[in-house]
Each structure stands twice: as C-alpha cells, then as structure tokens.
C-alpha cells in the first residue's frame, strides 16, 4: 500500500476513530488529541503494516493503546451527579451555582465530528447516558466493552490487543455488563421531538417558566457542569424558577445544534444593561416520548468543540 493510499485510509477513519476515543475518555478535547496521537504512531509505524487486517482493525488497535496509556494516569470524567447530591427542596437557594471548573467534567460532542454511521443507527452509544456509565467501568473493562460490544470485536481479537486470555475478556465482559445497562436504542429525532426543541427554544428566549416545565417530565433531571448542581423532578425546576426566573441573569438567545445524537441548542445570554449575547453554553437533552426527560447545560468552557462565536450573530452559529 501506498503512503498516499495509507493517508486516504486514516482520513477515512478519522470520524469513526475520534469517536472510539471520546468514548473510552468522555472527553471531546482529549479525544481530538488521542487520534492526532493515534495517526502520528500509525504513520511512524507505516511500514510494520502487513495488509493481513483492515486498516481500520489496525488503527482501532493503536487508538485503544493510545487511549489505554492515558487513562491509567487521569481520573474519569464526571456529571454533577457524580460528586454532589441532588438539591434538595429545603435547601438554601444561590444565584451564583456553586462552579468546580477543576473537576474532570465529562464533555458533549457536536454530532458533526462523530461517525456518521454511529449517529445514524447507534446513536444511544455516543449519548451521554451511555457516556456516563462508561465512566464508572474501571478502565480496561470499559475498553473491553466498548471493543466488544461497539466495535464488534470478538473475544479472541479483543485478548490479543489487550494481552489476556479469550477467557479473561469474556469474564470481564460480563462483569462490565453486570455494571453496565445495555443502552435503550435512540431513533433518530422526530419531527414531533424537533418541534419541541423549537419549543424550548421559544421558552427561554421568552423567559416563560410554564412554557418550560410543561415540555418536563415528571421525573426529569436537569445538571449544569461544571457547577457541581442538579435537580431531580419537574416540581424542584418549577421551585427553581420561581425563585430565579429564567431572565434572572439577562435575556436568552439559544440556537439548534446536535450533540452526543441527541437534540441541543447553544445558549447566547445578554446581561441586563449589555449589548452583546455572549455564549454561556450548550444544552442537550434526553428525550422521552413527547416529553423532556434530561436537560444537560455545560457551560461554555466545556464546548469548546463545538467552534461556537463567542458572540450572537443570527445567521453565524
């Protein structure tokens, strides 16, 4: 094979490479940098490649080391829910959420630098329920998982990347599966479900509550890293607005995107007396039927992905 034939396989691989990489991490900037890592040790090591695997097998392999290799020195990525409890009805209400920007907070990745095909027919497997979980496997568990289950891998496959036996991936496979909930299938987004983030839009840019929390589930979770803050239940959101309606801060443009497979808007705010909607974040949301079952707002240090403008031009975003 060619270098130039080489060079077209890893661009190829690029996308579906990134995302085998945020899943392992749950980050969308180390991810970034794990392919850049992967590819640089795969060019290096161009002329040990047989042709006896896929590229795509051979890269797979590299990227799970590269990963493997970072992970051993770095904690995994948490939610709010991860380190804090829930906020409780009786508890003291803050203007100002308590931020921990030193935590490792999982990150949201824009559907566009996902694999397509992932997005398309596995989208649950890059949601950030999934994503959560993950983080909870210890770190060769959910790299066998992810090989196995994702990937495709077989068992055999799997043990030789790793060094086990077929037998020690197998019962480690089902430890992970012990922890681990196999995903509920995502469908693509329905026309009913992207007229209800339209809804959620209009319900922030008109700083309507009822609006809001009628789209809610009764159950619904609403977490907001990197504040180390969420709440459990329609009825704890309608006591948070009240006490801090949703213009508290200044006035909301938000704009639709896609994240993680799942609905999202960027959120613009203009505080009171300024010009200018500056980014604050991203929202994405779990949805349930016709109704909002998680809301994730990340603050925009953690979007940086994303390659949003700092500041609201209709028609920019």
């Known amino acids: 094979m060619t270098d130039d034939e080489l060079t077209a396989h890893f661009e190829a691989q690029r996308r579906a490479l990134r995302t085998h990489c945020y899943r392992m991490t749950g980050s969308a900037d180390d991810a970034e940098?794990?392919?850049?890592?992967?590819?640089?040790?795969?060019?290096?090591?161009?002329?040990?490649?047989?042709?006896?695997?896929?590229?795509?097998?051979?890269?797979?392999?590299?990227?799970?080391?590269?990963?493997?290799?970072?992970?051993?020195?770095?904690?995994a990525r948490v939610l709010p829910m991860d380190v804090?409890?829930?906020?409780?009805?009786?508890?003291?209400?803050?203007?100002?959420?308590?931020l921990a920007p030193e935590l490792p907070w999982l990150q949201p990745m824009p559907d566009a630098l996902l694999d397509p095909e992932t997005v398309t027919a596995r989208r649950e497997t890059v949601g950030?329920?999934?994503?959560?979980?993950?983080?909870?496997?210890?770190?060769?568990?959910?790299?066998?998982?992810?090989?196995?289950?994702?990937?495709?891998?077989?068992?055999?496959?799997?043990?030789?990347?790793?060094e086990l036996t077929v037998g020690a991936v197998t019962s480690t496979l089902q430890r992970a599966h012990e922890t681990l909930r196999?995903?509920?299938?995502?469908?693509?987004?329905?026309?009913?479900?992207?007229?209800?983030?339209?809804?959620?839009?209009?319900?922030?840019?008109?700083?309507?509550?009822?609006?809001?929390?009628?789209?809610?589930?009764?159950?619904?979770?609403?977490?907001?890293?990197?504040?180390?803050?969420?709440?459990?239940?329609?009825?704890?959101?309608?006591?948070?607005?009240?006490?801090?309606?949703?213009?508290?801060?200044?006035?909301?443009?938000?704009?639709?995107?896609?994240?993680?497979?799942?609905?999202?808007?960027?959120?613009?705010?203009?505080?009171?007396g300024a010009t200018d909607y500056r980014l604050t974040g991203v929202h994405v949301l779990g949805v349930a039927g016709e109704k909002i079952s998680e809301i994730t707002t990340f603050g925009a240090g953690l979007c940086a992905r994303f390659e949003l403008p700092m500041i609201f031009s209709p028609g920019a975003v």
């Open 33 to 75: 940098e794990l392919v850049q890592e992967t590819l640089l040790r795969a060019w290096r090591a161009r002329d040990s490649f047989d042709g006896r695997a896929k590229v795509s097998t051979w890269l797979y392999r590299i990227a799970t080391n590269v990963c493997l290799d970072v992970l051993d020195k770095r904690p």
């Open 84 to 98: 804090v409890r829930a906020v409780a009805p009786d508890d003291e209400p803050r203007a100002t959420p308590p």
């Open 128 to 162: 950030l329920a999934f994503l959560a979980a993950l983080q909870h496997l210890p770190v060769r568990q959910r790299a066998i998982l992810l090989l196995c289950d994702v990937v495709g891998w077989s068992a055999k496959e799997t043990a030789e990347l790793l």
């Open 182 to 272: 196999v995903p509920v299938p995502i469908a693509p987004p329905t026309d009913e479900q992207r007229a209800l983030l339209a809804r959620y839009i209009s319900a922030w840019e008109a700083g309507d509550a009822s609006a809001l929390t009628t789209m809610l589930r009764d159950d619904v979770r609403w977490a907001m890293p990197p504040a180390k803050l969420w709440f459990v239940g329609r009825a704890m959101i309608e006591q948070l607005l009240a006490n801090y309606p949703m213009r508290f801060h200044g006035d909301h443009k938000l704009v639709a995107l896609a994240a993680n497979g799942q609905l999202a808007a960027a959120d613009y705010m203009r505080p009171r």
